[in-house]
C-alpha cells in the first residue's frame, strides 16, 4: 500500500521550487476528501488494477480499495472490467485488519437502484424491467432488484396465461414502496391506462361515421371482434366482416391484427362504436347480373349442405343453391352429402338469377348431357327390352334400363287378361324379365313399358272368334255379387252371369243358388271387345240342354243324349256343336 504522506513527499522532491502554501493547500484538499468517505457512502473510484482475485480500485483515500473480481465477472467467467474504468462502489469498510478499503460494486448497484425506484415512486415516474418469473398472485420483475406485478396490473384486461409474459420487457409504474421490508409493487395496467386515456381525447376528436380508421383486433367472440382504435373500442360484427359467409370471427382474425375498418355508428354519448370491413369494399351483388346471367357455367365451393341441396361459393359474398332435384340426371339422391362434400369444387350453371333478394339457382347436372334426350333414339317406341326387377310397388314393377334410369311396367300393362291383384305374385327383385317401350316422357322423366304387348290382344280377334254369342261353354263361379256371378271361362277371361240370367224362378241373392268355385254351363248371349265384357247366361244354358234331352227318343237316346252334354260342359262349344253330335247319336243309333 501507498501512503498518502509518502506520495506527497516524493511529489515535493521533484518539485523543488513548489511553495510550502501550495503542499498546505493541495493537503488540506485532500484530506476534506478523505473526510467526505465514510462506511455505507456510495462513492465514484478508478481501476487501477485487475487480478486474478481481487479489483484494485482508487477512491482517493489513503489506502487503495479492494473488490472481489466476482461482482465484474459474467455468467460465462468472462471478467467485464479493465484499468481505467471508472465504477460507483459502496463503502463497507475504510480499513479492515489488512490496513484495506473494502468496496463492492453489487451493493452499490442495488442501493442505486433503490434511490432511482424511490425517486421514480415519489415522481410518478416509469421503470423498466424483464418478468423473470411466475409467482403467487401475479409476476417476478427484475428492475435492478425483485419487484411483484400483481396479476390484476398485468394488462387492461385479465391475462389468462401469465406465463407466456416471462421474458418480455415492459415499462412500469410504482404504485407502492418499502425499502425496509424491500417490497416494490408495481403496475403496467396504471400506465396503459394513461396511455389509453391520451389516445382516447384524440380519436374521439377523429371518430365519426364513415370514416375510415386502423385498429387492432383486441378480443374475439362468437359474434364478432372488439377492435381498438386507440383508446377506444368498436365492435366489428360478424355480419360486417365480409359480404360472404363466416362461420366463426377466428377464420379471419386473431387477436393482434391490425386492420383498417369503416365506422358505421358513433354514439358520442355511451362512445359505442359500429365498425364495419366489408363495406369499404363494393357489394358483389351490384355486378351479379352481368356477370351471372342465366346459363352461364361457373365454378364455386361448397359452404354448405342442408337437407334440400348444398350452398355454392361463387365468389365471396354470392353463393347458389344447388337443389337436390338439380345433382342428378338419372340417381335419386336422399340428401346431397351422398354427391357433395363442404368444401369440394364444383362446376355449376346457373339457373336463375334474383338480384332482388340475393338468390342464384345452380344445376349440377346441367353439365352433363341429359341422358333423357338421347334415350328416344336408343330405345324407339315398341322396341323390346330386356332388364331386371329393380322394384315392386302396388302399382306394378320397375326394370332396370341403365344406370340410374328405370322403366315402369304399370300393372295394367302386365297381362291382356290375367287380373293381378298385386305384381309380387309373379314377379320377385332381381327377376329378368322382357318388355315393350311404350312411352318415354323426357320432360318428366318417364319411361314405360308393357310386358302384356310382347303378345297380341286376345280381345281383338281370338275371343270375338271362340266366345260367338249363343256358344254354350263350361265355367266357374269366381265371384258373387248382389247383381250376379262373375264365371270363369277360361284363366284370365271372365263373363257375368246378371242375377237375371241366373235362374227362371226369380233370384233375390244369387248367394242362394250359387257358390264359389260352383262348376256350371253358361251360355254366351253378348260380347263388347271394346269394353272387354263378356255376357253369360245359366238360365239360357240350361233351356237349351232341357230341349235336346226332350227331342231325344228312349232311354238310350237319352243316356247317348246325356254324354254328348257332358262332353260339351268339357270342351266347350255351340249349339251347332250339340245337335250335329245329336245327329250323329242318332244315326249311329238306327
Given at each position: 500500500?501507498?501512503?498518502?504522506?509518502?506520495?506527497?513527499?516524493?511529489?515535493?522532491?521533484?518539485?523543488?521550487?513548489?511553495?510550502?502554501?501550495?503542499?498546505?493547500?493541495?493537503?488540506?484538499?485532500?484530506?476534506?476528501?478523505?473526510?467526505?468517505?465514510?462506511?455505507?457512502?456510495?462513492?465514484?473510484?478508478?481501476?487501477?488494477?485487475?487480478?486474478?482475485?481481487?479489483?484494485?480500485?482508487?477512491?482517493?483515500?489513503?489506502?487503495?480499495?479492494?473488490?472481489?473480481?466476482?461482482?465484474?465477472?459474467?455468467?460465462?467467467?468472462?471478467?467485464?472490467?479493465?484499468?481505467?474504468?471508472?465504477?460507483?462502489?459502496?463503502?463497507?469498510?475504510?480499513?479492515?485488519?489488512?490496513?484495506?478499503?473494502?468496496?463492492?460494486?453489487?451493493?452499490?448497484?442495488?442501493?442505486?437502484?433503490?434511490?432511482?425506484?424511490?425517486?421514480?415512486?415519489?415522481?410518478?415516474?416509469?421503470?423498466?424491467?424483464?418478468?423473470?418469473?411466475?409467482?403467487?398472485?401475479?409476476?417476478?420483475?427484475?428492475?435492478?432488484?425483485?419487484?411483484?406485478?400483481?396479476?390484476?396490473?398485468?394488462?387492461?384486461?385479465?391475462?389468462?396465461?401469465?406465463?407466456?409474459?416471462?421474458?418480455?420487457?415492459?415499462?412500469?409504474?410504482?404504485?407502492?414502496?418499502?425499502?425496509?421490508?424491500?417490497?416494490?409493487?408495481?403496475?403496467?395496467?396504471?400506465?396503459?391506462?394513461?396511455?389509453?386515456?391520451?389516445?382516447?381525447?384524440?380519436?374521439?376528436?377523429?371518430?365519426?361515421?364513415?370514416?375510415?380508421?386502423?385498429?387492432?383486433?383486441?378480443?374475439?367472440?362468437?359474434?364478432?371482434?372488439?377492435?381498438?382504435?386507440?383508446?377506444?373500442?368498436?365492435?366489428?360484427?360478424?355480419?360486417?366482416?365480409?359480404?360472404?359467409?363466416?362461420?366463426?370471427?377466428?377464420?379471419?382474425?386473431?387477436?393482434?391484427?391490425?386492420?383498417?375498418?369503416?365506422?358505421?355508428?358513433?354514439?358520442?354519448?355511451?362512445?359505442?362504436?359500429?365498425?364495419?370491413?366489408k363495406q369499404i369494399t363494393e357489394d358483389p351483388w351490384t355486378q351479379a347480373a352481368g356477370k351471372y346471367p342465366p346459363n352461364t357455367r361457373i365454378s364455386g365451393r361448397v359452404v354448405s349442405l342442408t337437407?334440400?341441396?348444398?350452398?355454392?361459393?361463387?365468389?365471396?359474398?354470392?353463393?347458389?343453391?344447388?337443389?337436390?332435384?338439380?345433382?342428378?340426371?338419372?340417381?335419386?339422391?336422399?340428401?346431397?352429402?351422398?354427391?357433395?362434400?363442404?368444401?369440394?369444387?364444383?362446376?355449376?350453371?346457373?339457373?336463375?338469377?334474383?338480384?332482388?333478394?340475393?338468390?342464384?339457382?345452380?344445376?349440377?347436372?346441367?353439365?352433363?348431357?341429359?341422358?333423357?334426350?338421347?334415350?328416344?333414339?336408343?330405345?324407339?317406341?315398341?322396341?323390346?327390352?330386356?332388364?331386371?326387377?329393380?322394384?315392386?310397388?302396388?302399382?306394378?314393377?320397375?326394370?332396370?334400363?341403365?344406370?340410374?334410369?328405370?322403366?315402369?311396367?304399370?300393372?295394367?300393362?302386365?297381362?291382356?287378361?290375367?287380373?293381378?291383384?298385386?305384381?309380387?305374385?309373379?314377379?320377385?327383385?332381381?327377376?329378368?324379365?322382357?318388355?315393350?317401350?311404350?312411352?318415354?316422357?323426357?320432360?318428366?322423366?318417364?319411361?314405360?313399358?308393357?310386358?302384356?304387348?310382347?303378345?297380341?290382344?286376345?280381345?281383338?280377334?281370338?275371343?270375338?272368334?271362340?266366345?260367338?254369342?249363343?256358344?254354350?261353354?263350361?265355367?266357374?263361379?269366381?265371384?258373387?255379387?248382389?247383381?250376379?256371378?262373375?264365371?270363369?271361362?277360361?284363366?284370365?277371361?271372365?263373363?257375368?252371369?246378371?242375377?237375371?240370367?241366373?235362374?227362371?224362378?226369380?233370384?233375390?241373392?244369387?248367394?242362394?243358388?250359387?257358390?264359389?268355385?260352383?262348376?256350371?254351363?253358361?251360355?254366351?248371349?253378348?260380347?263388347?271387345?271394346?269394353?272387354?265384357?263378356?255376357?253369360?247366361?245359366?238360365?239360357?244354358?240350361?233351356?237349351?240342354?232341357?230341349?235336346?234331352?226332350?227331342?231325344?227318343?228312349?232311354?238310350?237316346?237319352?243316356?247317348?243324349?246325356?254324354?254328348?252334354?257332358?262332353?260339351?260342359?268339357?270342351?266347350?262349344?255351340?249349339?251347332?256343336?250339340?245337335?250335329?253330335?245329336?245327329?250323329?247319336?242318332?244315326?249311329?243309333?238306327?
Amino acid at each position: 500500500m501507498t501512503d498518502i504522506t509518502e506520495n506527497t513527499s516524493n511529489s515535493l522532491s521533484s518539485v523543488p521550487m513548489m511553495e510550502e502554501e501550495d503542499f498546505a493547500s493541495l493537503l488540506q484538499e485532500r484530506e476534506e476528501e478523505e473526510s467526505k468517505i465514510k462506511e455505507g457512502a456510495i462513492v465514484q473510484g478508478t481501476v487501477i488494477a485487475v487480478t486474478k482475485d481481487k479489483v484494485i480500485v482508487d477512491i482517493k483515500f489513503k489506502s487503495e480499495g479492494h473488490i472481489d473480481v466476482r461482482e465484474f465477472t459474467s455468467l460465462d467467467g468472462e471478467v467485464q472490467v479493465a484499468p481505467g474504468a471508472v465504477v460507483d462502489v459502496l463503502v463497507e469498510m475504510l480499513e479492515d485488519g489488512e490496513g484495506s478499503c473494502r468496496l463492492s460494486k453489487e451493493k452499490a448497484d442495488k442501493l442505486k437502484v433503490w434511490e432511482d425506484i424511490s425517486k421514480a415512486c415519489e415522481e410518478d415516474q416509469v421503470v423498466e424491467g424483464s418478468i423473470v418469473a411466475r409467482v403467487k398472485g401475479g409476476l417476478s420483475v427484475d428492475i435492478g432488484v425483485k419487484a411483484f406485478l400483481p396479476g390484476s396490473q398485468v394488462d387492461l384486461r385479465p391475462v389468462r396465461n401469465l406465463d407466456k409474459l416471462i421474458g418480455l420487457t415492459y415499462k412500469f409504474k410504482v404504485i407502492k414502496f418499502n425499502k425496509k421490508r424491500n417490497n416494490i409493487v408495481l403496475s403496467r395496467r396504471a400506465l396503459l391506462e394513461e396511455e389509453r386515456a391520451t389516445l382516447k381525447k384524440d380519436t374521439l376528436d377523429r371518430l365519426k361515421e364513415g370514416e375510415l380508421m386502423d385498429g387492432v383486433i383486441k378480443n374475439i367472440t362468437d359474434y364478432g371482434a372488439f377492435v381498438d382504435l386507440g383508446g377506444i373500442d368498436g365492435l366489428l360484427h360478424i355480419t360486417d366482416m365480409s359480404w360472404g359467409r363466416i362461420n366463426h370471427p377466428s377464420e379471419r382474425f386473431k387477436v393482434g391484427d391490425e386492420i383498417k375498418v369503416k365506422v358505421l355508428k358513433f354514439d358520442a354519448n355511451t362512445e359505442r362504436v359500429s365498425l364495419g370491413l366489408k363495406q369499404i369494399t363494393e357489394d358483389p351483388w351490384t355486378q351479379a347480373a352481368g356477370k351471372y346471367p342465366p346459363n352461364t357455367r361457373i365454378s364455386g365451393r361448397v359452404v354448405s349442405l342442408t337437407d334440400y341441396g348444398a350452398f355454392i361459393e361463387i365468389e365471396e359474398g354470392i353463393e347458389g343453391l344447388v337443389h337436390i332435384s338439380e345433382m342428378s340426371w338419372t340417381k335419386r339422391i336422399k340428401h346431397p352429402s351422398k354427391v357433395v362434400n363442404v368444401g369440394d369444387i364444383v362446376e355449376a350453371v346457373v339457373l336463375d338469377l334474383d338480384v332482388d333478394n340475393r338468390r342464384i339457382s345452380l344445376g349440377m347436372k346441367q353439365v352433363e348431357a341429359n341422358p333423357w334426350s338421347l334415350l328416344r333414339e336408343k330405345y324407339p317406341l315398341y322396341s323390346r327390352i330386356v332388364g331386371n326387377v329393380r322394384n315392386i310397388t302396388d302399382f306394378g314393377i320397375f326394370v332396370g334400363i341403365e344406370d340410374g334410369i328405370d322403366g315402369l311396367v304399370h300393372i295394367s300393362d302386365i297381362s291382356w287378361t290375367h287380373r293381378v291383384k298385386h305384381p309380387s305374385e309373379i314377379f320377385e327383385l332381381g327377376q329378368e324379365v322382357e318388355a315393350v317401350v311404350t312411352n318415354i316422357d323426357e320432360d318428366n322423366q318417364r319411361f314405360s313399358l308393357s310386358i302384356k304387348e310382347l303378345t297380341s290382344d286376345p280381345w281383338e280377334e281370338r275371343i270375338p272368334e271362340r266366345y260367338r254369342p249363343g256358344s254354350i261353354w263350361p265355367g266357374t263361379v269366381k265371384k258373387l255379387t248382389d247383381f250376379g256371378a262373375f264365371v270363369e271361362l277360361e284363366k284370365g277371361i271372365e263373363g257375368l252371369v246378371h242375377v237375371s240370367e241366373i235362374s227362371d224362378d226369380h233370384i233375390k241373392n244369387p248367394r242362394d243358388v250359387l257358390e264359389d268355385g260352383q262348376d256350371v254351363a253358361v251360355k254366351v248371349i253378348s260380347l263388347d271387345p271394346d269394353k272387354r265384357q263378356i255376357g253369360l247366361s245359366i238360365r239360357s244354358a240350361d233351356d237349351d240342354t232341357s230341349s235336346y234331352m226332350m227331342e231325344a227318343q228312349g232311354q238310350e237316346a237319352s243316356t247317348n243324349l246325356g254324354a254328348q252334354l257332358s262332353a260339351l260342359l268339357k270342351t266347350g262349344g255351340d249349339e251347332g256343336d250339340a245337335q250335329e253330335q245329336g245327329e250323329a247319336s242318332e244315326s249311329s243309333d238306327s
